[in-house]
């Protein structure tokens, strides 16, 4: 299975986290684990026999076991917070922890721009870059980099007192747009951001959590396993942690 990665021009920094492609060119399907990582995604797919669609994808949770069929290719785009609001310009509660069919033809992507992966980064990169709204919410911005720039350690006193917006504005602005509240995102992205050092073995805590038995459950709640197991990665069935190395 091939598994490629690539980061967004500067334009596009604030809104798109990365570009990513799986390729199974094998006949059978590959068991993979999904993990939470803070990203929404659409994720463009195609197989052997001509089947092709558009997903969009919200924020998980929980890990989810799935699998990728056999010849079956997938380009996509995970979006940063900021992208939801001033470039999707959707609210993606409603697609937590599950999938929206996205309609035919979406932004001009079909089969075709599956056979090239950095053609597809290029023009896609287009398209979202004409999408991006004006306007764009001080607060917003500010918190969201704060998020990412602490690797989701502060806390959301810390948060709304840098930003100065009130921690119930902010939680409901996070339950209606995201589904979720500051607090929950922000264990989410720190588990995100743990997972390097569990890939190379430290697992021990390192991101501010309390005692190593709270690291201990944390990675547990995300991932289903304890973190010696996660650091394994038997089979490269966390396809996250395995995209790590991509990166």
Not at 5 to 18: C, N, R
Not at 106 to 115: H, K
Not at 162 to 185: C, D, M, P
Request: glycine fraction near 6%; aromatic fraction near 10%; proline fraction near 4%.
């Amino acid at each position: 299975m091939e598994l490629k990665s690539t980061q967004p021009a500067k334009g596009l920094a604030d809104f798109v986290e990365s570009f990513w492609m799986i390729r199974n060119d094998a006949t059978g399907e590959k068991e993979i684990i999904v993990l939470p990582d803070g990203r929404f995604d659409i994720i463009f797919s195609a197989d052997i026999n001509g089947s092709f669609r558009a997903t969009l994808r919200g924020l998980d949770t929980h890990p989810e076991q799935t699998s990728i069929p056999g010849h079956r290719v997938m380009f996509a785009v995970s979006f940063k917070l900021l992208a939801v609001e001033y470039l999707l310009d959707i609210k993606m509660a409603a697609a937590l922890n599950q999938g929206q069919l996205l309609p035919d033809g979406f932004w001009n992507i079909g089969p075709a721009d599956l056979e090239d992966f950095d053609a597809f980064c290029a023009k896609i990169s287009g398209t979202m870059t004409s999408l991006i709204k004006p306007g764009i919410d001080n607060r917003k911005q500010e918190l969201f980099a704060l998020i990412y720039a602490s690797n989701g350690t502060m806390t959301v006193e810390e948060l709304s007192d840098r930003v100065a917006w009130s921690r119930r504005q902010i939680n409901r602005y996070f339950n209606e747009q995201f589904g979720i509240s500051l607090k929950a995102y922000c264990n989410i992205f720190r588990f995100k951001a743990s997972l390097q050092q569990i890939k190379e073995g430290r697992l021990f805590p390192e991101l501010n959590f309390a005692d190593q038995t709270h690291f201990i459950k944390e990675i547990k709640r995300f991932s289903g396993v304890v973190p010696k197991e996660l650091a394994k990665n038997q089979n490269g069935r966390f396809i996250l942690l395995s995209d790590l190395s991509q990166q």
